[in-house]
DNA sequence: AGATATTTGTTCGTATGTATT
DNA sequence: TAATACATACGAACAAATATC
């Protein structure tokens, strides 16, 4: 109860920093996050009440509520009113750590190029990662998500489908990773490119040899993992990426030219 | 000045998020948000003040506070006191994103074999991209971050503060990258080794080898870059991560013990 | 150097909303 | 339905920081 109270920052070399003390709620937030690591809470833990936060900490309710504010800003609690109600601890949400990340992009002026070049290396790996511990479980999932895109489309809305249906079959590769990292970063530059599907102009005129040549990879993709063959899964991902990222060269529209909210949808256009 | 006010989330189709309708604070900072982008706003530029959000939201100043601080906490904004203050809009910190990417792996066991596997493929793709654009401006501040560990260490701690430099090498790298993914990517996989080398008892024993090949390993990678040659650079990279992979194979640590502090240094341990 | 005005930062008291029992 | 336990929101007052004169 008295190591929980240490101040950890006063953020000591601050050479171009305008503030040189933190304000209370962010040594609030930070002291709990410690009170969080020492007590080895875990997801779905909770933390003390308000009232007790505010006993323990000597802040105001105002204090205590911009701590726990900026707790779950970064994803790492949820609050609930009610009886048995409070802070708990969560497993952050990959779709908040994805919005994080694309904020971080904002003022980057991001091209699809860029995306690309680095799909082209990750995906490839991420391949003959999976071919080590995929099963018939996961094949059928990627199988049923093939479907949607197994024809030509027949109206534009579909096409729209289509293309977020063959992005989704990235997304479940990526979930399946056994490496956090591989995981998480295969499935932001999905999200990166989702976000283009569904809100930008990206995507406008139809491209027939995007859908055939994609659906054609990812079953020679499936088949290579299913044989157990790491690097011609690795070779055909490769491929894959070097073609999708040549018939997109020409749209080399600026990525993310809105916010992600981190409570839910993003934001219609 | 009416468009702002819209509600956006509402959360539509949640199965099991328990929250139907996202508090107040929530719902006001995604609004300025909006405000920021419709207004297209630059980093510098300032936001109206407390007393003229309280009345543009028809909110508390608490709500209004709980709303800056998710954005201060997103990286956003920063905020100062004083005649002329107010909130900023800012370029996010690389140190702030890495930090809120930290905390997202908190919870998923990291190992130092999956850094590596990533670090193994996207290295090699910032060496060969690179290559097309540094100068010697660049090569100057690469080579005088090496002397630092140009010769044997004499103390354990000289030899500590030769691995973070070995890792600072990196980091200058990814910096240099005009690919903003690349840049953050491996900025990232060198700050999660670093917090290690800095924190953890990793990097304990001592490794001559490491150091030695490392700096034999950069010094083949500015030369093949300073003469222009992209694969050149690329394979030397890939052959030094795959070395020093080898090399930190027995060290499976577990990464990643601490949340990192969004404002200012990270727990000393 | 000191006083002052401006702007955010913090606190308290109270009232309201919401989910469990 | 009512009681309870918890978060959520409001408003007024005060404190602290900082730029300017």
């Known amino acids: ?3 929980v109270f240490t101040r950890l920052d006063k953020s000591g070399a601050d050479s171009k920093s305008r503030r040189a003390v933190p304000n209370r709620p962010s040594v609030v937030s930070e002291a709990i996050k410690i009170m969080m690591t020492d007590k080895g809470m ?3 833990d909770r933390l003390p009440q308000e009232p007790d936060l505010i006993r323990a900490f000597s802040a105001s309710k105002g204090t205590i509520r911009e701590a726990l504010k900026m707790l779950e800003t970064q994803g790492l609690i949820q609050t609930r009113t009610g009886p048995g109600g409070g802070a708990f601890i969560t497993d952050i949400p990959t779709d908040h750590a994805n919005a994080l990340m694309s904020n971080y992009f904002f003022f980057k002026n991001l091209s699809i190029g860029d995306i690309y070049e680095i799909r082209q290396v990750l995906e490839p790996e ?7 511990h995929l099963g018939e479980k996961e094949f059928a999932v990627l199988e049923s998500t093939m479907v949607a895109y197994d024809h030509p489309p027949a109206t534009i809305k ?3 489908r289509q293309r977020i249906a063959e992005l989704e079959f990235h997304e479940r590769l990526a979930e399946f990773s056994a490496n956090p990292l591989l995981a998480f970063m295969c ?6 490119l989702k976000d283009l599907a569904v809100c930008r102009r990206i995507y406008r005129n139809p491209n027939p040899e995007l859908r055939e040549r994609g659906y054609s990879y990812q079953g020679q993709l499936i088949e290579a993992m299913r044989a ?3 690097e011609a899964a690795r070779s055909i991902m490769k491929a894959h990426m070097v073609a999708a990222r040549r018939l ?6 600026i990525v993310n030219r809105g916010f992600l909210s981190l409570n839910g949808k993003k934001r219609g256009a």
Chains 1, 2 share one sequence.
């Open 1 to 3: 109860m008295s190591a």
């Open 42 to 44: 875990m997801p779905g």
């Open 126 to 132: 991420l391949a003959a990662e999976l071919t080590k």
């Open 158 to 160: 579909e096409e729209q």
């Open 187 to 192: 499935g932001f530059l999905v999200s990166l």
């Open 228 to 230: 157990g063959d790491p």
């Open 248 to 253: 997109m060269a020409k749209q080399e529209a």
